[in-house]
Nanobody, 119 residues
Framework: QVQLVESGGGLVQPGGSLRLSCAAS????????MGWYRQAPGKQRELVAV???????NYADSVKVRFTISRDNAKNTVYLQMNSLKPEDTAVYYC?????????????WGQGTQVTVST
């Protein structure tokens, strides 16, 4: 059974920092591209950052420079370091694991963790 468990969300003031973690089980973690997505109230889910199996990264323009995605294959964990947080970063953040195996995409999601940026 695949499980992606996010942690590290919470309430933070503008300009503050948070570090999200996503612990994976039930998958061969090193063979999966890992990503963070977010969904704000009334908006569609959007990509925040992705890190591939070989460590290549990609970020949404809105978070470039401020956010950093990383992975620890030994711990089956992906991280999202979020600095200089803004109120518009408020959303539920979801962890995603994605793998193409024999032509089929396998796509898994965590339950989400709330990030609120407010005074």
């Amino acid at each position: 059974q695949v499980q992606l468990v996010e942690s590290g969300g919470g309430l933070v003031q503008p300009g503050g920092s948070l570090r999200l973690s996503c612990a994976a089980s039930g998958i061969i973690f090193s063979l999966n591209d890992m990503g963070w997505y977010r969904q704000a109230p009334g908006k569609q889910r959007e990509l925040v950052a992705v890190i591939t199996t070989i460590g290549s990264t990609n970020y949404a323009d809105s978070v470039k420079v401020r956010f950093t995605i990383s992975r620890d294959n030994a711990k089956n964990t992906v991280y999202l370091q979020m600095n200089s947080l803004k109120p518009e970063d408020t959303a539920v953040y979801y962890c995603n694991a994605k793998r193409n195996r024999l032509g089929f995409w396998y796509d898994y999601w965590g339950q989400g963790t709330q990030v609120t940026v407010s005074t």
